[in-house]
Nanobody
Framework: QVQLVESGGGLVQAGGSLRLSCVAS????????MGWYRQAPGKQRELVAG???????NYADFVKGRFAISRDNAKNTVYLQMNSLEPEDTAVYYC????????WGQGTQVTVSS
């Protein structure tokens, strides 16, 4: 059983930055992939950024150039650095991991004020 715990969300003004962290209960080296998703009120959950075991990353078009996903294998942690935040980025951000099945964290709220 994999547990994922997100942190780092909060309230920030437009143009500001936040860094989200996701700590996994097991070694992330063994995961097939990890990623960050978000869900705004009334909308479906959507992919923000992902990283596969080999290290290749992918991003949603709406965050390219503003967000960056990275990982620290020694700390079993995946990060999402978010810069130039916009009010449209307001959502609950979820970490996920794929290891035989998909695991989700509990989510962390990000609110961007205009």
């Amino acid at each position: 059983q994999v547990q994922l715990v997100e942190s780092g969300g909060g309230l920030v003004q437009a143009g500001g930055s936040l860094r989200l962290s996701c700590v996994a209960s097991g070694s992330i080296i063994s995961f097939d992939a990890m990623g960050w998703y978000r869900q705004a009120p009334g909308k479906q959950r959507e992919l923000v950024a992902g990283v596969v075991r080999g290290g290749r990353t992918n991003y949603a078009d709406f965050v390219k150039g503003r967000f960056a996903i990275s990982r620290d294998n020694a700390k079993n942690t995946v990060y999402l650095q978010m810069n130039s935040l916009e009010p449209e980025d307001t959502a609950v951000y979820y970490c996920n991991a794929v290891l035989n099945r998909v695991y989700w964290g509990q989510g962390t709220q990000v609110t961007v004020s205009s």
